[in-house]
Nanobody, 123 residues
Framework: QVQLVESGGRLVQAGGSLRLSCALS????????MGWFRQAPGKEREFVAS????????YYADSVKGRFTMSRDNARNTMYLAMNSLKPEDTAVYYC????????????????WGKGTLVTVSS
């Protein structure tokens, strides 16, 4: 059974930085496109970033482009989201996701979800 566990979320001041991690167990991460999604209080879950299986291509939501960087280490079965210049509107629960057949960008295509890690950005 594939499991995803996120870590790294915490309270940070606006303008600060965080790095989230996501560890996958139960199967090799290399067979999945991976994605990060987030859900703010009272809002729907939304796409943040994705990375293909070979790390040759990443894709970002416009709201985080230039501030967030996604990467993966298939040998460690771990992926990362480096977040810089954080804003209060980045406050959300961040979820990592594994997509067996797609690009890791569509909620409907996700095969496995983590339970999330809370990022709170204070103004």
């Amino acid at each position: 059974q594939v499991q995803l566990v996120e870590s790294g979320g915490r309270l940070v001041q606006a303008g600060g930085s965080l790095r989230l991690s996501c560890a996958l167990s139960g199967r090799s991460m290399s067979i999945y496109a991976m994605g990060w999604f987030r859900q703010a209080p009272g809002k729907e879950r939304e796409f943040v970033a994705s990375i293909n299986r070979s790390s040759s291509h990443t894709y970002y939501a416009d709201s985080v482009k230039g501030r967030f960087t996604m990467s993966r280490d298939n040998a460690r079965n771990t992926m990362y989201l480096a977040m810089n210049s954080l804003k209060p509107e980045d406050t959300a629960v961040y979820y990592c996701a594994a997509d067996a057949s797609g690009w890791g960008r569509e909620i409907s295509g996700i095969d496995y979800w983590g339970k999330g890690t809370l990022v709170t950005v204070s103004s």
